[in-house]
Each structure stands twice: as C-alpha cells, then as structure tokens.
C-alpha cells in the first residue's frame, strides 16, 4: 500500500538553470512536517511507502517532461504538469483572491470572477486525472488544503471505493461569511470536500462551521460528526490539532552551530531584550498591528526604551498582488517612523529584515529571543508558535499568541491576547518583559510537554487511524449490499417460483424524497415497470407506504396491484375494496392537532398533513438548522403529551408522525402472507416505518434496506435507483 499525499506543490520546488533542472526544497511547516511523519511511515516495521503528488513549481516543456518524473520518482514525488497561465489564474485568481481573504474573515478583499472559478475546477481536474494514472489498488490518497476542495469527490466518482482523506490547513468561516459564495460554488465546494472518507480540521470551532455549513446548504446533519452521504456512505468529520517534529526541533536547537550563531546574534543586538516578530508578508498576520501596539508600548513606558529591541522579520509572500504591495509599503513607514522617532545613534527600536530566513537562522532567532509576538489576525493553526515554544532548551522565553490563531487552543499558558487590542499587546509586552524566569519555565514546561505528547507524528498516525477506522466500518455496511452472487441467486429464486409477494415502499425505495411530499409524483419508467410486475399472474405486488389512501390510489388505482396506506392502516388488495386493517379511533387528532399546527407556525416551510388515523409534520423544505432544533423539541413534548395512551410518536426522514399503537407495515404484512403460501418474498424499504415490515416476514425471505443505515434487513442497496434497476432485471427475467 502506498499512501498517495497530495497537495498543491511537490515539496520541492524546480528550476531550470543551464539546461539543467534544480530541485530546491519548499519552506513551511506543512512540508516540514509532513515529511517527518511520512518518513516515519515509511521507516516503520509496518512500512508505509508514500508518494508525492504536486505542481512542481514551473512550466516544463513536454521535451523535458518524462526526466522531470525520473528525478522526482528518486525522491517519491508525482509531478502533475501544468502550464504557468493556468497556474498562475488558479493560485492568484481563486485560491488567493476568493478563498484565502474569504476563509480568513476578510470578505472584503474576496473577488468572484467566473473565470477563476473555471481555473479552479480545471486545476482540481489535472489533479485527478494525475492521481489516476499512478493510483493501484489498496492505495490511499491524503489531500491537502483550500487549493484541492474538489478533488475528493473528482476522485470518488472515478474510484468509488478508494480511501480519501482530506485535511484543511486554513481556518473554516463561519456559515455566514461561507454563504457569500455564489451558490454553485458553495455546493460544489462542500460537495467536493465530502467526497473524502475522513475530513479534518485544526480546531473544534473550524469542525463546527464545516458541520453547519453542510447542515444549511447541503441539509446533511451529524451524530457525532458522522455524516451519511445519500445514505449511501458513512463519512467522518473530526478535529486533528497539526503538531511539530518536537524532537528534531530539539535536536537542532541543541546543536552547536545553532548555539554559536545565537551568542553572535545576541552579541550584534547588545545586551537587551529580543521581541521576535517572524511572519510572511499577509494581511491575515496582523503586523501592522503589533507595530502600532510596539511603538505605544515605547511611548508608555519609555524605562523601557534602549532596552529592548523587537527583530521584525518579514518573508516575501505572492509577489505581485496589489495588496501585498501596499502593505509592505505601509510595514516600511511604520518601522521608518518608529526607528526615527525612538531610535538613537546607538540603539536602533527595529531590527527589520525583508527576505526568506532559513530554517537554522529562525531557530537562532528562537534561541535568543525573550518574547516572540505571534499575533495573527486569523490563522488556520501557526506552527511557528509551537516552534518558538519546543526550541526553548533552557525554557526561558515567553510567547504571546492571538486568540485568532489555532495554536492558542493547545498553548493557553502563552498570553493570549486580541490581536484587534492594541492595548492589550501593550500590556502583553510589558508582562512578558518583566515575567519571572521561574514563571517562564512553569508555563514553558506545561506546553512543550503538550507538544511532545502530540507531534506531528502523532497528529499524522491519528488521522491515517482514524481513516482505517472509518473505511473498516463502511465496509461493515457494504458486506450488506447485493453482490454479484446474491442478486444471481435473487434472479433465480425469483424465475423458478410461482407464487410471488413483492412488498415495496415508496418514498426513498421507488421514488427520491421531495422538498414537499406532493410533488414526488411516480415518474414514467417506474410506472413502466410496476406495470410489468403486475401483470405477471405469479406475482402480488403491494405498495406498502406511509401516503394517504386518497393519493396513492390516485397514483397506482389502476394498476393490477395490492396498496397498503398510512403504514398498515389501510389495505386494498388485488381487484378488492380499501379495508381498515384494525379498528382504532381518531379522535385524538383534536388534542394534538393545535400543537403541530404551532410549530408549523414556528418553522417556515413546514406543513401539517393529515391522514385517516395519523398526522404527520414535515419540514424537508424548511430551513435545516431550525428544523433540527424544532424537531426535537417537538418530539420531546409529543413524548410526554402521548405518554400512558394508545398514542405513538414515530420520527422519520424529515417528519415526525403521531398514530395509534398498533398500526405498522409489519402487521399488514402479517395479514397478506396469512392468505397465501408464496414461495418467494421480497420486501423493500428505507425508513424506520420499514423496519416493522422486515421484522414481520420469513427468515428467508429477501429483505433489502434502501441506504447504508443498520436494519434488520438481510441485503442493502444504495439508492431508489438500484432499486429501479433490480426491479427491471427481475421483470425481464420473469419475460424471458
């Protein structure tokens, strides 16, 4: 098994120099650590091979295409080939304009340009179809970030029953900023990302957005944050909080080049405190901010001026982008203004560099910094705050961390601040400055036993878990469904009887649930071959379903076929009149009646429908989240008005349904089987009503739940249209 790791960039990106290609590793804590999980995969006694599959980080010439895949199959990686236009409108143009402002809270700096979207999905496609030419059997794909949202379900649709995961380094917005996508978007987006196995999140909060999002728009609810998808598929969705390489960033701290470059820095800084400020260029890092907040603290409490010195390094980022221009524009007059207003012949308040620091220089700055100002606006996770904290040898230093990043979840002994309060870095610095060193190593030595106990090997070995667990307990469900074998033996039982009984429900078994019920009227080809079924002399088919009389009459009255209403309390039988199956009273309806009709009033989009000896609130077409939250209310009060009566509550696909005790699908089933001695019987259904009905007819008989729930049923299929399709296989086998 080889696991397939795919993100936007190889781990490396390439470069062409004298004819010649040059791989030059990527930075960032993504690839850094990643690559030690996996490399701890692969070196395991259970080995894990893994392959690399990304944009290699330039346009290559077809001519230099198939040595580009050699050199890079050396270092396990897959390139996928794209050419720098397209790569160019995809990054810059949805990935960066759309979703990177909109994902981190700044709508008002998202652009929604049709043409970037087609980028983005055209992007996601060459993905695929990179995949499926290296993907074999038993492989599992692990798909990283915003740049890939539709490549999860791009995949299943070609390998339904491949293993996916998906992982989102940035935060999840809320359902109202979310919803500012046009609303194409938004559902393939999150239809995308569900095509995946186990989805993950950084955080509790980014979870919870995800599961409301899907609930508003796609009306998929949870239990626990396990989703069924059409219920065809049983989904995760969990948090899985990204660690560091705890012990190689220890390691390297110790070492002595990274200690004697510390003693020179501190030697050229003098003898001050360090604030260190290390970030790329984007206005989701709030550095603008913590320069306001450190010019106010000299200005407040100038004791402090000349002794002390915040390192602001600043690492290009997107290049090119109006924004990122100005902004570093406004970085530079900041610090000009502070360093000229504070600043003397021999003290100089900010040490500003402007370029790409490598990795040995940063955990020098590490090493020797006092405080470390991490203070992002909004950040998906910010591995750089657990960096500075795991470096710390002596575990002297003090970290203040943002509220708005993902660490702050896991280092609450860091001062936490709001990164919108200047006042409150002001205060920050000043604690962190004048903080005991006792203090610093207790809250210290809290977090870096945190973060070893949750590396980033463990962080990896969770999430590949977690997706084993969940494709095992699919296939729980999915040794249920009709295989090859079954539906021969199916077809041959159903061929060589002559006394047949076909029980089969409606809604979500012949036909798909509708918004409102009256509009799920038959369609022409189930006509057709119900028609066909019942006019074999050897069968009885019975419509057993939870509608009112009047309506399926009106539906299959013509038809050579038995109908059974309102879940057992009405049957009418081949070429006889409708019959009560017992006799019960409904008056009843009178006192129950005044509460649906209120929370039909309090739910917009919801309806009350009346049967003979029922009433049935549905709200499929009212809004998700309320309905949830109306549901249950509902259901708790019909409980304990209907508590010691003849009364039952009975919850369904989007309704809830009160009847009298004793009125069920298995009880007319009872009935029908007591006539006649059949010889093959076939029961089909997918609710909770249906469960009654399977229950109620022989061990031997085919009983098939519609959908992947648990059931008494012996078989499942997926969907009404497997049904559709096993109905016809069966009524040309009866032709023939």
């Known amino acids: 098994m080889t696991l397939l790791v795919v993100s936007n960039r190889l781990p490396f990106t390439v470069s062409s120099r004298d004819n010649k290609l040059v791989f030059h590793a990527s930075p960032g804590g993504l690839v850094s650590g990643l690559t030690a999980y996996l490399e701890w995969a692969r070196q395991n006694p259970s080995g894990t091979d893994y392959l690399w599959v990304g944009w290699p980080g330039m346009e290559v010439e077809e001519g230099s295409r198939e040595l580009l895949r050699t050199k890079a199959a050396k270092q396990r990686a897959?390139?996928?080939?794209?050419?720098?236009?397209?790569?160019?409108?995809?990054?810059?143009?949805?990935?960066?304009s759309t979703i990177w402002p909109l994902f981190h809270y700044f709508p008002t700096y998202a652009k929604f340009r049709e043409e970037d979207w087609a980028q983005y999905v055209k992007v996601n496609e060459a993905f695929r179809d990179s995949i499926l030419k290296v993907y074999q059997p038993n492989d599992t794909v692990w798909i990283h970030d915003y740049h890939l949202m539709l490549l999860p379900r791009l995949l299943r649709e070609k390998l339904p029953d491949i293993p996916i995961g998906f992982f989102l380094h940035t935060p999840f917005?809320?359902?109202?900023?979310?919803?500012?996508?046009?609303?194409?978007?938004?559902?393939?987006?999150?239809?995308?990302?569900?095509?995946a196995d186990l989805i993950g999140f950084h955080t509790i909060d980014?979870?919870?957005?995800?599961?409301?999002?899907?609930l508003r728009i796609l009306g998929y609810e949870h239990s626990f944050g396990q989703v069924l998808i059409n219920g065809e598929r049983t989904i995760k969705i969990d948090t899985f909080p990204m660690g560091v390489d705890y012990r190689e960033?220890?390691?390297?701290?110790?070492?002595?080049?990274?200690?004697?470059?510390?003693?020179?820095?501190?030697?050229?800084?003098?003898?001050?405190?360090?604030?260190?400020?290390?970030?790329?260029?984007?206005?989701?890092?709030?550095?603008?901010?913590?320069?306001?907040?450190y010019a106010i603290f000299l200005d407040r409490h100038p004791q402090w001026q000349r002794k002390v010195v915040l390192v602001l390094s600043v690492v290009p980022s997107r290049l090119g982008a109006e924004q990122y221009e100005q902004m570093k524009e406004e970085i530079d007059k900041l610090v000009g203004?502070?360093?000229?207003?504070?600043?003397?012949?021999?003290?100089?308040?900010?040490?500003?560099?402007?370029?790409?620091?490598?990795?040995?220089?940063?955990?020098?700055?590490?090493?020797?910094?006092?405080?470390?100002?991490?203070?992002?606006?909004?950040?998906?996770?910010?591995?750089?705050?657990?960096?500075?904290?795991?470096?710390?040898?002596?575990?002297?230093?003090?970290?203040?961390?943002?509220?708005?990043?993902?660490?702050?979840?896991?280092?609450?002994?860091?001062?936490?601040?709001?990164?919108?309060?200047?006042?409150?870095?002001?205060?920050?610095?000043?604690?962190?400055?004048e903080m005991p060193e006792s203090e610093q190593i207790r809250r210290n030595q809290a977090m870096q036993t945190r973060l070893e106990r949750y590396d980033v090997i463990k962080w990896g070995q969770d999430f590949t878990g977690k997706l084993r667990s969940i494709k095992q307990q699919q296939k729980k469900f999915s040794a249920k469904l009709i295989d090859a074998a079954t539906r021969e033996k199916?077809?041959?039982?159903?061929?060589?009887?002559?006394?047949?009984?076909?029980?089969?429900?409606?809604?979500?078994?012949?036909?798909?649930?509708?918004?409102?019920?009256?509009?799920?009227?038959?369609?022409?080809?189930?006509?057709?071959?119900?028609?066909?079924?019942?006019?074999?002399?050897?069968?009885?088919?019975?419509?057993?379903?939870?509608?009112?009389?009047?309506?399926?009459?009106?539906?299959?009255?013509?038809?050579?076929?038995?109908?059974?209403?309102?879940?057992?309390?009405?049957?009418?039988?081949k070429g006889k009149d409708w019959v009560p199956t017992i006799k019960v009273e409904s008056n009843w309806k009178e006192k129950v009646r005044p509460t649906l009709r209120g929370y039909e009033d309090r739910l917009p989009g919801s309806l009350?429908?009346?049967?003979?000896?029922?009433?049935?609130?549905?709200?499929?077409?009212?809004?998700?989240?309320?309905?949830?939250?109306?549901?249950?209310e509902l259901a708790d009060e019909l409980s304990y008005f209907t508590e010691n009566t003849e009364l039952q509550?009975?919850?369904?696909?989007?309704?809830?349904?009160?009847?009298?005790?004793?009125?069920?699908?298995?009880?007319?089933?009872?009935?029908?089987?007591?006539?006649?001695?059949?010889?093959?019987?076939l029961a089909m259904g997918d609710d909770w009503a249906d469960e009654d009905l399977f229950e109620a007819i022989p061990d031997q008989a085919y009983s098939i739940k519609v959908g992947l729930a648990k059931s008494y049923a012996r078989f499942n299929l997926r969907n009404h249209r497997e049904v559709i399709q096993l109905l016809t296989d069966l009524y040309k086998t009866g032709k023939s």
């Open 490 to 573: 199916m077809i041959r039982d159903y061929d060589t009887s002559q006394n047949r009984i076909l029980l089969l429900d409606y809604d979500g078994t012949l036909s798909p649930f509708k918004a409102r019920p009256e509009t799920a009227v038959p369609e022409k080809t189930l006509l057709a071959v119900l028609n066909a079924l019942s006019e074999d002399p050897r069968n009885n088919l019975v419509i057993i379903s939870g509608r009112n009389r009047t309506l399926l009459q009106d539906w299959f009255g013509s038809f050579n076929l038995g109908i059974v209403a309102e879940h057992g309390a009405w049957i009418r039988q």
């Open 206 to 214: 980014y979870t919870q957005h995800f599961l409301r999002c899907i």
């Open 337 to 433: 203004g502070i360093n000229g207003k504070f600043g003397t012949i021999d003290w100089t308040p900010i040490v500003y560099r402007y370029r790409f620091l490598p990795y040995n220089q940063l955990l020098s700055l590490f090493a020797i910094s006092d405080v470390a100002l991490v203070t992002p606006l909004r950040d998906g996770m910010n591995l750089v705050a657990k960096e500075y904290v795991a470096s710390k040898i002596d575990q002297r230093g003090v970290l203040i961390l943002s509220e708005m990043a993902g660490a702050s979840r896991e280092l609450g002994e860091a001062l936490i601040i709001n990164p919108n309060d200047t006042s409150e870095i002001v205060d920050a610095i000043k604690t962190a400055l």
């Open 78 to 96: 897959c390139p996928v080939f794209l050419d720098a236009d397209t790569m160019k409108k995809f990054y810059q143009g949805f990935c960066n």
């Open 649 to 681: 509550v009975l919850q369904g696909s989007k309704s809830i349904e009160v009847r009298n005790v004793g009125i069920n699908k298995g009880l007319a089933a009872k009935l029908l089987l007591s006539e006649t001695n059949f010889d093959f019987v």
């Open 249 to 293: 960033i220890r390691d390297l701290a110790k070492s002595d080049d990274i200690q004697e470059e510390g003693r020179g820095l501190r030697e050229r800084l003098g003898n001050r405190k360090i604030i260190l400020s290390q970030d790329r260029l984007d206005y989701t890092k709030g550095i603008k901010h913590r320069l306001e907040a």
């Open 608 to 632: 009350l429908e009346e049967k003979e000896f029922s009433l049935v609130w549905h709200f499929r077409a009212a809004d998700p989240e309320l309905a949830y939250v109306r549901s249950k």
């Open 173 to 195: 917005p809320s359902y109202d900023v979310f919803r500012t996508l046009p609303t194409t978007w938004r559902r393939e987006i999150l239809e995308g990302i569900l095509g």
